[in-house]
Structure formats: C-alpha cells, structure tokens
C-alpha cells in the first residue's frame, strides 16, 4: 500500500493498494454499487421531502439541494466504513497534524500562511483558526535573515523533543530519494553526517541542519 500527493488539487492525496485483482475489483465493484445506492435514496429523500437524509455527514445535501456525487459516496463510503481486525483491538489515538504558524500571523498583526506538515500551504484565517483549537504548541525560533534555527544544544547524541518537531517540518516526506512515503507516519530521525560520539564538535552535530526524517525501513537500511 501507497500513497502520494498527485498534481490535482491542492490538499490531495492518491491512495495506491496491490492486491489479488479479482478481490481488488470485487471491493471496487461494492464500492460502485454502495454509492449508486446511496445516491438514489438520497434523490428519492430530496424528492420526496423527508426530514432525514441518508448518509448527508456534513448536511452537504441538505444544504445543496443536490444529491453527493459517486466520487464524493466512494471516499465517504469507504472512510467510515469499519475495517475488520479479526478481533484484534486496534487503538485509536488523536490525529495529529503538524501546522506552522508565523508569531505576526496568529496576532493577527500579518496574513502571512501556515504550512501544514512542512510543505502545504495554508491561508492565515485557517491557519489562525486550525492553531486555536490546539492542545500542544511548539515555539520554533530561527534567524530572520538565514532561517537558522536557533536554541538548539549540538553536542548530544539524542535530539530533543523540539529538534524532532523541527526536522519534521524540514523533511515532511521520508529523505531516502524516491521514497515519498510522508515523515507523519513511521519515521525515524537520523543524523546526515554521522555523529562523533568521541568528539561531538569535530562534525556530524545534533542540529535540525544536520537531521532528516527517514521511514522506518530505509533507517534500518
């Protein structure tokens, strides 16, 4: 399974999955089949005026008038559809984002955008909005002249919690060339130049500049 940021629309993301083709085009059919559903009762429910309608998550229909299209059903259908672990419980943690926000921005005193997970960007009422309704914040500090960052001890072999966040934002997509596998899931941080634990100031330092996200399976690599 793949996935990857195609020249389409802004903010999108193709999800590649390899599998046994007569299965591969059984979901795909299930699929079709489940959003022509869907979509012919939420016409007869518009048609008719009923008080409820089907599978409108976001009062889309309500609001439009129009039922979803096929293309809308298939991605609403098949992301809250339940994945069967066989019994296996599987945790449900908080979905973490990664948003950078200017200081001027979220004062308001500039519309400068946010980049969300390092590399897309953000226009400023959303990024000022996405930025209020969190729980966690890092301060990033860098020179306003080079981007430098700034406040960051070198001569340790493990990097510190706001390093992490830093070279997160750097590297949003594993460093490996032609991997493209994005740093918000299995990642490890790694040191580009090797570190010298004999003598940490001859090279290969603990800094954001000298740190890069990797996939688990190239790290190991």
Not at 11 to 37: C, F, K, M, Q, S
Not at 54 to 65: H, K, N, R, S, Y
Not at 140 to 168: C, K, Q, S, W
Request: with cysteine; charged share 20%.
């Amino acid at each position: 399974m793949t996935w990857r940021d195609p020249d389409l629309v802004e903010g999108t993301t193709t999800l590649e999955i390899t599998g046994p083709t007569p299965e591969i085009i059984d979901v795909i059919d299930r699929l079709n089949r489940g959003a022509r559903a869907v979509q012919d009762a939420q016409r007869h429910a518009l048609a008719g005026g009923a008080d409820k309608i089907p599978f409108d998550l976001d009062a889309q229909v309500e609001g439009t008038g129009m039922p979803m299209s096929l293309a809308q059903l298939r991605y609403a259908i098949l992301v809250h559809s339940r994945i069967e672990t066989g019994g296996v419980h599987v945790p449900s943690p908080r979905r973490r984002v990664n948003l950078t926000v200017p200081a001027l921005t979220l004062m308001g005193r500039s519309n400068a955008p946010g980049l969300l997970e390092g590399d897309v960007p953000v226009d400023a009422a959303t990024a000022r909005a996405i930025a209020g309704r969190s729980d966690d914040w890092h301060r990033v500090l860098t020179d306003p002249v080079t981007g430098t960052f700034l406040n960051t001890p070198p001569a340790r072999y493990t990097p510190t919690a706001a390093m992490i966040e830093l070279t997160h934002l750097k590297t949003p997509l594993c460093a490996m060339p032609g991997c493209g596998r994005p740093s918000s899931g299995w990642y490890e941080v790694d040191h580009i130049e090797e570190y010298d634990h004999r003598r940490p100031a001859k090279g290969g330092m603990t800094t954001p500049e000298n740190l890069h996200d990797l996939c688990t399976t190239h790290h190991r690599l």
